[in-house]
C-alpha cells in the first residue's frame, strides 16, 4: 500500500525532477507562454473588432464575410487550424520570419481567437440600448462617429467577463502550438514540461507546467467574477436616501411666468 | 458665465426658433402606412402639441421632422428650407430632439453628455462646449450636478440634462416625445416647468404629450392626431372645449 502510494508520488510529485525544470519553466515557458498568449490575444482584439463591426453593418458584403469566417474558425478543431496554418504556410512564413514556426503559432491563434472575440464583441454592441444611438444621431452624429464615441465602448465594457474568459482559453490553447515543432529557446510551459517528461521518465514536470497554467488563469477566474459582480449591482452607494420632493422645487424661478400665472 | 452654487435655475437664455412646416408628410413602416398626409405650420418661436391615442403615429411623425425615420413623400420645411434636402447630420444638427427615456451616455457626466457632441459634431473646442455645457446646466437647475453620472441623477434630473444637451446645440426647433411618461409623479412638474420657460424664450417647440394641462397652457396650437392622420388642430382652448370631431371627444372623454 505504501508502495504504491509512493510509485504515484514519484509520478507526479517527485519534487526534485520539478526542481531541476523550474528555472526552464520560468524563464522559457512561463515567459513564452505569455508572449504567444498575449500576442494573440491582442491580434485577436483587433481582428475581432473588425468581424463584430462588420457583423452588425448593414451591407451584406461585409456581413457575409464576418459570418462565413466566424463560422469556420469557430467550427473547426483549434489543433487543426493550427496545424494547417503553421505547416500550410511556412515557406511565406520562411522568407519574412525565418524558420521558426512562431510567427504562424501566433497568428494561428489569433484567428482563432479573432473568430470568439468578434462574436462577443458583437453580442456587447447589440446588447446596447438602441436609444443611446438614436440619441446620438438625433445630435447629428454620424453613425461610424456614433459607433466609436458612444456605443463601442459601452458594448465592451459590458463584455469584459467574457474576454478575460477568452484570454484563459488562449493561455491554455497556447500550448497547441507545441504540435509546430519549437526552437528550444521558444518552448511555453507545456512543452517544457513535456520535454523534462520525457527525458526522466516522470510526468511530475508536467505537473508543475500545470501548476503554472492555473497560477495564471486562476485569479483571472476570480477576477471575472469580480467584475461580473460590480456590473450587475450598477448603481453606486451614494450619500444616503434621498427624496424627489427636494427636487420639485430644482427648477423654481424668482420670476416664473407659468407658477405666478396659476396664482393670480 | 460660471456654475451658480445656490442651485438655483439661471434664467433661460432667448432662443431664435425657426418656423417648421409639414407638407402632406406620408410614412411607412415597410408597406404599412403610419402617416397619412400630415400637414400642419408651426410658426417660429411658438410651440405645439400633439395629442392622440396610443399608436396613432406621434413619434413617428416627429422621427419623420428630423429623418431618423425617413418620410416617403411630402415634404418638412425648415426656415422655409425643405430638410429633405440637406443632409441628415447637417438637418440633426439643427433640431434637438428629447426622448422618454432620456438616452443620456451612461458613462459620461452630466456635463460631458452636454457637451459632447457640441465639440465632437460642431467642433467646437473642448474647453468652450464645456463652458456652454455649463450654462445649459444652470439654465436647468443642474449646474451642481454637473459632474454626477446620470445613474445617480433622478429621472426628471436625468431629462433635464437631456434638454440640456439638446440645447447646447443651438437647435432651431425642439422636438418632445412623451419626456416625462417615465417620470415619477412628484418629478413631472420640474421638467414641464422648464419646456414652459423654453417656450417662452423664443424657441420652437413640437411637443408630444399626455399632460393636458401644459398643453391647454403652454401650446399655441394643439394637434390632434388618430390613425396617421390630422383630425383636427387649433388654439388649445377650442379643442379641449369645443372639440369638433367624435374622435376626440372621445379622446378627452378618456384621458381628462
Ligand atoms: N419600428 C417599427 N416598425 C414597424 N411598425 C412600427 C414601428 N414603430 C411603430 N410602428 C407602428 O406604427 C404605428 C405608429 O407608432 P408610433 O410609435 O408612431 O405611435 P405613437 O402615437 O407614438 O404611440 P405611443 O403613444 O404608444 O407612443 C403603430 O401602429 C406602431 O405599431
Ligand atoms: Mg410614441
Redesign the interface.
Known amino acids: 500500500m505504501t508502495d504504491w502510494l509512493e510509485l504515484l508520488r514519484r509520478t507526479f510529485l517527485d519534487f526534485d525532477a520539478m526542481w531541476l525544470v523550474f528555472p526552464q519553466m520560468l524563464g522559457t515557458g512561463l515567459k513564452n507562454t505569455l508572449i504567444i498568449s498575449a500576442a494573440a490575444t491582442v491580434i485577436g482584439l483587433v481582428l475581432g473588432m473588425v468581424l463584430a463591426i462588420m457583423g452588425i453593418s448593414r451591407s451584406i458584403w461585409l456581413r457575409l464575410p464576418a459570418r462565413i469566417y466566424t463560422d469556420i474558425f469557430r467550427g473547426l478543431p483549434a489543433i487543426l487550424t493550427i496545424l494547417l496554418i503553421g505547416q500550410g504556410f511556412a515557406r511565406f512564413s520562411q522568407s519574412v520570419f525565418g524558420p521558426s514556426p512562431y510567427p504562424l503559432g501566433i497568428l494561428a491563434l489569433s484567428l482563432i481567437a479573432a473568430a470568439y472575440i468578434g462574436e462577443i464583441f458583437r453580442a456587447g454592441i447589440q446588447g446596447v440600448?438602441k436609444?443611446?444611438l438614436?440619441?446620438?444621431?438625433?445630435?447629428?452624429?454620424?453613425w461610424p462617429?456614433a459607433m466609436r464615441?458612444?456605443v463601442v465602448?459601452?458594448g465592451v465594457?459590458r463584455v469584459l467577463p467574457a474576454l478575460v474568459n477568452q484570454f484563459i482559453a488562449i493561455v491554455k490553447d497556447s500550448s497547441l502550438v507545441y504540435f509546430l515543432g519549437l526552437l528550444v529557446s521558444e518552448r511555453e510551459l507545456f512543452r517544457v514540461g513535456q520535454d523534462a517528461a520525457v527525458l526522466t521518465g516522470n510526468l511530475s514536470p508536467l505537473v508543475l507546467a500545470g501548476a503554472f497554467y492555473m497560477v495564471i488563469t486562476v485569479p483571472l477566474t476570480h477576477l471575472v467574477n469580480y467584475f461580473d459582480n460590480r456590473f450587475r449591482t450598477?448603481?453606486?452607494p451614494?450619500a444616503g436616501p434621498?427624496s424627489?420632493?427636494k427636487?420639485?422645487h430644482?427648477?423654481?424661478?424668482?420670476v416664473?411666468?407659468?407658477?405666478h400665472?396659476e396664482n393670480t | 458665465m460660471s456654475a451658480t452654487t445656490t442651485g438655483r435655475p439661471s434664467d433661460t437664455a432667448t432662443y431664435r426658433g425657426s418656423s417648421l412646416d409639414l407638407v402632406d408628410l406620408r410614412m411607412a413602416y415597410g408597406s404599412f402606412e403610419v402617416i397619412r398626409d400630415v400637414s400642419f405650420t408651426v410658426p417660429a418661436g411658438t410651440t405645439t402639441c400633439v395629442i392622440g391615442p396610443s399608436g396613432s403615429g406621434k413619434s413617428t411623425l416627429l422621427r419623420g421632422v428630423n429623418r431618423l425615420h425617413e418620410p416617403t413623400s411630402g415634404d418638412v420645411l425648415i426656415a422655409g428650407e425643405s430638410a429633405l434636402e440637406v443632409h441628415p447630420d447637417r438637418l440633426r444638427q439643427r433640431i434637438g430632439m428629447v426622448f422618454q427615456h432620456f438616452n443620456l451616455f451612461p458613462d459620461h457626466t452630466a456635463l460631458q453628455n452636454v457637451a459632447l457632441a457640441l465639440h465632437k459634431v460642431k467642433g467646437v473646442p473642448k474647453a468652450d462646449a464645456l463652458e456652454v455645457a455649463r450654462e445649459r446646466l444652470d439654465e436647468v437647475g443642474l449646474g451642481p450636478r454637473a459632474d454626477h453620472r446620470p445613474r445617480d441623477l433622478s429621472g426628471g434630473q436625468q431629462q433635464r440634462v437631456a434638454i440640456a444637451r439638446a440645447l447646447a446645440m443651438q437647435p432651431e426647433v425642439m422636438l418632445f416625445d412623451e419626456v416625462t411618461s417615465a417620470l415619477d409623479p412628484e418629478l413631472v412638474k420640474g421638467v414641464l416647468r422648464l419646456m414652459a420657460s423654453l417656450a417662452s424664450s423664443g424657441m420652437t417647440m413640437v411637443v408630444v404629450t399626455h399632460e393636458m394641462n401644459f398643453a391647454r397652457k403652454v401650446a399655441d396650437q394643439v394637434v390632434f392626431m388618430d390613425e396617421g392622420e390630422v383630425v383636427e388642430a387649433g388654439p388649445p382652448a377650442r379643442l379641449f372645449d369645443q372639440p369638433q370631431s367624435r374622435r376626440l371627444r372621445a379622446f378627452l372623454s378618456e384621458v381628462l
Open positions: 440600448d436609444g443611446q438614436e440619441a446620438c444621431r438625433a445630435l447629428g452624429m454620424s462617429r464615441l458612444v465602448p459601452q465594457r450598477g448603481r453606486r451614494t434621498t424627489g420632493l427636487e420639485v430644482e427648477m423654481d424661478r424668482d416664473d411666468p407659468l407658477v400665472g
